[in-house]
T-cell receptor, first 113, second 113 residues
Framework: DAGVIQSPRHEVTEMGQEVTLRCKPISGHDYLFWYRQTMMRGLELLIY????????DSGMPEDRFSAKMPNASFSTLKIQPSEPRDSAVYFC???????????FGSGTRLTVV | AQSVTQLGSHVSVSEGALVLLRCNYSSSVPPYLFWYVQYPNQGLQLLLKYTTGATLVKGINGFEAEFKKSETSFHLTKPSAHMSDAAEYFC???????????FGKGTMLLVSP
C-alpha cells in the first residue's frame, strides 16, 4: 500500500487566497483525521470523519476552514480566505477500526504570505 | 478528558547511551497509548502501541515502553542511542475504543557523537 497520500507537499499563497489541501487515505480505513502542527500549539485535531461522515469538527478554528470527504478515498481541507496565521503543517491520517494507531501522511507545509 | 504530558521538550544523549523519554497521561478509562516519531520534514510514524495485555511493549528500531497504571506513565526507552534516532518523539493517548488521539507536545531527541 502507498500509505496516506497528501498533496501538495508545499504550498505558498498570498493572504486572502483560497487554499485546498488533499488527502487520499489508505484503502479500507474507515476513519480520516486532519491535524495541524505548529511550534506554538503542537498537534491539533481539526476534524475527523468516520465512513465519510464528519463526526467532530470542534477543532476547526474558524468558518474560514471547511473539510469534505465525498468518498472513502478522498478528502479535502479548504481555507478561504487564507491568513498568515494559518501557516502550519497540515497532516492527514487514517485509521482502521479503533484498536490501532493512526497512519499519517507526509503533510502539507502551508505558508501564507 | 484525556491528556498527555511529556517531560522535557529536549533531551540530549551521547551515542551509545540510554534513551529515556518520559510520558504521563490522564484518562478516565483504560487507555490506549502510543509513541510516534517524526523525522524532519516528514509525517509521524508509529513506533509502538499499548492496547491491552503485556505492559512492556516493543517497537521498531529497538525502542520499548512500559505501561505503568499506578504511575499513569508510558515512558519510552532504548538501551543504546544511535545517531539516526535523532528526531522528535510524541506520546499519545486514546481512551479505549474512542477514536481520537490526544498528543503530547513532543520531545526532541538530540544525539551527539
Amino acid at each position: 500500500d502507498a500509505g496516506v497520500i497528501q498533496s501538495p507537499r508545499h504550498e505558498v499563497t498570498e493572504m486572502g487566497q483560497e487554499v485546498t489541501l488533499r488527502c487520499k487515505p489508505i484503502s479500507g480505513h474507515d476513519y480520516l483525521f486532519w491535524y495541524r502542527q505548529t511550534m506554538m500549539r503542537g498537534l491539533e485535531l481539526l476534524i475527523y470523519f468516520n465512513n465519510n461522515v464528519p463526526i467532530d469538527d470542534s477543532g476547526m478554528p474558524e468558518d474560514r476552514f471547511s473539510a469534505k470527504m465525498p468518498n472513502a478515498s478522498f478528502s479535502t481541507l479548504k481555507i478561504q480566505p487564507s491568513e498568515p496565521r494559518d501557516s502550519a503543517v497540515y497532516f492527514c491520517a487514517s485509521l482502521q477500526g479503533t484498536h490501532y494507531g493512526y497512519t499519517f501522511g507526509s503533510g502539507t507545509r502551508l505558508t501564507v504570505v | 478528558a484525556q491528556s498527555v504530558t511529556q517531560l522535557g521538550s529536549h533531551v540530549s544523549v551521547s551515542e551509545g547511551a540510554l534513551v529515556l523519554l518520559r510520558c504521563n497521561y490522564s484518562s478516565s478509562v483504560p487507555p490506549y497509548l502510543f509513541w510516534y516519531v517524526q523525522y524532519p520534514n516528514q509525517g509521524l510514524q508509529l513506533l509502538l502501541k499499548y492496547t491491552t495485555g503485556a505492559t512492556l511493549v516493543k517497537g521498531i528500531n529497538g525502542f520499548e515502553a512500559e505501561f505503568k497504571k499506578s504511575e499513569t506513565s508510558f515512558h519510552l526507552t532504548k538501551p543504546s542511542a544511535h545517531m539516526s534516532d535523532a528526531a522528535e518523539y510524541f506520546c499519545a493517548v486514546r481512551e479505549g475504543g474512542y477514536s481520537t488521539l490526544t498528543f503530547g507536545k513532543g520531545t526532541m531527541l538530540l544525539v551527539s557523537p
